[in-house]
Protein backbone atom coordinates (compact mmCIF):
# COMPACT_ATOMS: atom_id res chain seq x y z
CA UNK A 1 0.00 0.00 0.00
CA UNK A 2 1.11 3.55 -0.17
CA UNK A 3 1.70 5.42 2.46
CA UNK A 4 1.46 9.56 3.09
CA UNK A 5 2.44 11.75 5.66
CA UNK A 6 1.75 14.74 6.49
CA UNK A 7 3.76 17.67 8.19
CA UNK A 8 3.36 18.99 10.15
CA UNK A 9 0.66 17.42 12.24
CA UNK A 10 -0.13 20.17 14.33
CA UNK A 11 -0.08 24.21 13.16
CA UNK A 12 -0.82 26.71 15.22
CA UNK A 13 -1.43 30.26 13.22
CA UNK A 14 -2.95 33.41 12.87
CA UNK A 15 -5.90 34.83 10.66
CA UNK A 16 -3.92 36.53 7.64
CA UNK A 17 -1.41 34.17 8.04
CA UNK A 18 0.08 32.47 5.12
CA UNK A 19 0.46 28.33 5.81
CA UNK A 20 1.76 25.41 3.75
CA UNK A 21 0.94 21.63 4.62
CA UNK A 22 3.18 18.81 3.02
CA UNK A 23 1.89 15.50 2.28
CA UNK A 24 4.65 13.03 1.18
CA UNK A 25 3.92 9.93 -0.37
CA UNK A 26 5.98 6.60 -0.20
CA UNK A 27 6.33 6.06 -3.71
CA UNK A 28 5.50 8.36 -7.02
CA UNK A 29 1.76 9.10 -7.37
CA UNK A 30 2.26 11.28 -10.43
CA UNK A 31 -0.33 13.91 -9.54
CA UNK A 32 -3.10 11.62 -8.28
CA UNK A 33 -3.73 13.45 -5.13
CA UNK A 34 -6.47 14.94 -3.41
CA UNK A 35 -7.14 17.46 -0.57
CA UNK A 36 -9.45 17.62 2.22
CA UNK A 37 -11.17 20.23 4.77
CA UNK A 38 -12.84 18.79 8.00
CA UNK A 39 -14.54 20.40 10.61
CA UNK A 40 -15.05 18.89 14.30
CA UNK A 41 -18.12 17.17 13.76
CA UNK A 42 -18.84 17.31 9.76
CA UNK A 43 -17.99 15.44 6.86
CA UNK A 44 -15.48 16.31 4.87
CA UNK A 45 -14.91 19.00 1.92
CA UNK A 46 -13.08 18.01 -1.32
CA UNK A 47 -10.81 21.41 -1.74
CA UNK A 48 -8.36 20.00 -4.32
CA UNK A 49 -8.26 17.05 -6.77
CA UNK A 50 -5.17 16.26 -9.30
CA UNK A 51 -3.01 17.90 -7.31
CA UNK A 52 -3.75 21.78 -8.11
CA UNK A 53 -6.97 21.80 -9.07
CA UNK A 54 -9.40 23.89 -7.26
CA UNK A 55 -12.81 22.23 -6.55
CA UNK A 56 -15.87 24.42 -8.03
CA UNK A 57 -16.91 26.81 -5.03
CA UNK A 58 -13.63 26.83 -2.86
CA UNK A 59 -12.10 29.91 -2.20
CA UNK A 60 -8.69 30.70 -4.21
CA UNK A 61 -7.01 31.27 -1.31
CA UNK A 62 -6.63 27.47 -1.35
CA UNK A 63 -3.92 25.91 -3.58
CA UNK A 64 -2.27 23.02 -4.72
CA UNK A 65 1.04 22.07 -6.14
CA UNK A 66 3.61 18.82 -6.23
CA UNK A 67 4.08 15.74 -8.25
CA UNK A 68 5.41 12.35 -7.21
CA UNK A 69 6.05 12.11 -4.26
CA UNK A 70 6.10 15.80 -2.58
CA UNK A 71 2.79 17.87 -2.28
CA UNK A 72 2.02 21.30 -0.38
CA UNK A 73 -1.29 22.90 -0.05
CA UNK A 74 -1.19 26.28 0.42
CA UNK A 75 -3.85 28.90 2.25
CA UNK A 76 -2.55 31.89 1.17
CA UNK A 77 -4.27 34.11 3.79
CA UNK A 78 -5.93 32.06 6.75
CA UNK A 79 -9.39 32.86 7.78
CA UNK A 80 -11.42 31.91 10.70
CA UNK A 81 -13.67 29.57 8.80
CA UNK A 82 -10.04 27.78 7.90
CA UNK A 83 -9.18 26.50 11.33
CA UNK A 84 -10.09 22.43 10.54
CA UNK A 85 -7.86 19.50 9.74
CA UNK A 86 -6.78 19.00 6.35
CA UNK A 87 -6.57 15.44 4.94
CA UNK A 88 -4.39 14.31 1.49
CA UNK A 89 -5.42 11.23 -0.21
CA UNK A 90 -3.61 9.17 -3.18
CA UNK A 91 -5.70 8.36 -5.79
CA UNK A 92 -2.96 6.79 -7.75
CA UNK A 93 -2.95 2.66 -7.04
CA UNK A 94 -5.63 0.69 -4.84
CA UNK A 95 -6.17 0.88 -1.95
CA UNK A 96 -7.23 4.56 -1.67
CA UNK A 97 -4.94 6.00 1.47
CA UNK A 98 -5.25 9.22 3.37
CA UNK A 99 -2.78 10.62 4.84
CA UNK A 100 -2.90 11.24 8.75
CA UNK A 101 -4.01 14.91 9.01
CA UNK A 102 -2.79 18.17 9.99
CA UNK A 103 -4.62 19.92 12.50
CA UNK A 104 -4.54 23.90 11.75
CA UNK A 105 -5.76 25.80 14.96
CA UNK A 106 -5.93 29.18 16.08
CA UNK A 107 -2.56 30.61 18.04
CA UNK B 1 -28.34 20.05 -4.79
CA UNK B 2 -26.71 16.82 -3.58
CA UNK B 3 -27.49 14.61 -0.95
CA UNK B 4 -26.53 11.29 0.69
CA UNK B 5 -28.14 10.19 3.56
CA UNK B 6 -26.95 7.12 5.65
CA UNK B 7 -28.83 5.02 7.96
CA UNK B 8 -28.29 1.88 9.22
CA UNK B 9 -25.72 2.49 11.82
CA UNK B 10 -25.97 1.52 15.05
CA UNK B 11 -24.95 -0.86 17.98
CA UNK B 12 -23.76 -3.92 17.38
CA UNK B 13 -21.97 -6.93 19.61
CA UNK B 14 -18.89 -8.31 18.35
CA UNK B 15 -19.13 -11.34 15.58
CA UNK B 16 -22.36 -8.88 14.51
CA UNK B 17 -23.65 -8.24 11.46
CA UNK B 18 -25.03 -4.57 10.16
CA UNK B 19 -25.93 -3.35 6.69
CA UNK B 20 -25.55 0.08 5.68
CA UNK B 21 -27.59 1.87 3.47
CA UNK B 22 -27.35 5.36 1.70
CA UNK B 23 -30.21 7.15 -0.28
CA UNK B 24 -28.77 9.23 -2.75
CA UNK B 25 -30.61 12.08 -4.26
CA UNK B 26 -29.77 15.38 -6.52
CA UNK B 27 -28.10 14.26 -8.88
CA UNK B 28 -27.95 11.65 -11.61
CA UNK B 29 -26.70 8.19 -9.43
CA UNK B 30 -26.20 5.94 -12.17
CA UNK B 31 -23.48 8.05 -13.42
CA UNK B 32 -21.23 7.85 -10.73
CA UNK B 33 -18.83 6.07 -8.81
CA UNK B 34 -19.63 5.97 -4.78
CA UNK B 35 -17.42 4.77 -2.07
CA UNK B 36 -17.41 4.10 1.53
CA UNK B 37 -14.88 5.61 3.72
CA UNK B 38 -14.34 5.63 7.59
CA UNK B 39 -13.80 7.19 10.53
CA UNK B 40 -12.88 5.66 14.03
CA UNK B 41 -13.39 8.79 17.44
CA UNK B 42 -10.66 10.90 16.95
CA UNK B 43 -9.19 9.35 14.53
CA UNK B 44 -8.12 9.89 10.70
CA UNK B 45 -10.28 8.89 7.32
CA UNK B 46 -10.28 5.43 6.09
CA UNK B 47 -11.08 4.59 2.13
CA UNK B 48 -12.89 1.47 2.84
CA UNK B 49 -14.54 0.46 -1.42
CA UNK B 50 -15.74 1.50 -4.36
CA UNK B 51 -18.14 0.57 -6.89
CA UNK B 52 -18.75 1.56 -10.63
CA UNK B 53 -21.91 2.78 -12.49
CA UNK B 54 -23.61 -0.85 -12.75
CA UNK B 55 -21.99 -2.79 -9.78
CA UNK B 56 -20.00 -4.31 -11.92
CA UNK B 57 -16.31 -3.28 -10.86
CA UNK B 58 -15.45 -3.31 -7.02
CA UNK B 59 -12.08 -2.46 -4.78
CA UNK B 60 -11.64 -2.77 -1.23
CA UNK B 61 -8.72 -2.17 1.16
CA UNK B 62 -7.62 -5.41 2.16
CA UNK B 63 -8.60 -5.54 5.62
CA UNK B 64 -11.95 -5.43 4.55
CA UNK B 65 -11.80 -8.21 1.96
CA UNK B 66 -13.97 -11.20 2.71
CA UNK B 67 -15.93 -9.08 5.85
CA UNK B 68 -17.58 -6.62 4.02
CA UNK B 69 -19.35 -5.99 0.58
CA UNK B 70 -20.43 -2.85 -1.56
CA UNK B 71 -23.36 -2.99 -3.94
CA UNK B 72 -25.66 -0.76 -5.07
CA UNK B 73 -29.06 -0.53 -6.56
CA UNK B 74 -29.80 1.88 -8.95
CA UNK B 75 -33.61 1.36 -9.45
CA UNK B 76 -33.55 2.86 -5.82
CA UNK B 77 -30.65 5.54 -5.65
CA UNK B 78 -28.85 3.59 -3.37
CA UNK B 79 -26.01 2.17 -1.96
CA UNK B 80 -24.92 -0.15 0.38
CA UNK B 81 -22.17 -1.95 2.78
CA UNK B 82 -23.00 -4.99 4.13
CA UNK B 83 -20.23 -5.77 7.26
CA UNK B 84 -19.95 -9.06 8.84
CA UNK B 85 -17.87 -10.55 11.73
CA UNK B 86 -17.67 -7.14 13.18
CA UNK B 87 -14.53 -6.19 15.35
CA UNK B 88 -14.53 -3.40 18.22
CA UNK B 89 -11.89 -2.30 15.82
CA UNK B 90 -14.78 -1.68 13.47
CA UNK B 91 -16.22 1.32 15.57
CA UNK B 92 -16.42 4.48 13.41
CA UNK B 93 -18.89 6.79 11.46
CA UNK B 94 -19.16 5.57 8.47
CA UNK B 95 -19.31 7.73 5.33
CA UNK B 96 -21.52 7.09 1.48
CA UNK B 97 -19.38 9.91 -0.74
CA UNK B 98 -19.40 10.19 -4.62
CA UNK B 99 -16.73 9.47 -6.91
CA UNK B 100 -14.40 6.67 -7.72
CA UNK B 101 -10.64 8.47 -6.52
CA UNK B 102 -11.62 11.57 -4.90
CA UNK B 103 -14.53 12.40 -3.66
CA UNK B 104 -16.67 15.42 -4.18
CA UNK B 105 -19.85 15.02 -2.02
CA UNK B 106 -20.53 13.09 1.26
CA UNK B 107 -23.23 11.89 3.52
CA UNK B 108 -23.26 13.27 7.33
CA UNK B 109 -22.19 9.87 8.83
CA UNK B 110 -23.48 7.04 10.46
CA UNK B 111 -21.89 6.14 13.09
CA UNK B 112 -21.76 2.14 13.49
CA UNK B 113 -20.45 0.90 17.74
CA UNK B 114 -19.36 -2.57 17.59
CA UNK B 115 -19.49 -3.39 21.45
CA UNK B 116 -20.39 -6.41 24.39
Redesign the interface.
Known sequence: ?IQLTQSPSFLSASVGDRVSITCRASQAISS?L?W?Q?KLGK????LI??ASTL?SGVSSRFSGSGSGTEFTLTISSLQPGDFATY?C?Q?NT????????TKVDIK | EVQLVESGGGLVQPGGSLRLSCEASGFTFTIYWMSWVRQAPGRGLEWLANINQDGSEKYYVDSMKGRFSISRDNAKNSLYLEMNSLRVEDTAVYYCARGRSWVDSWGQGTLVTVSS
Open positions: DYAYQAPKLYAQYQLYPLTFGPG
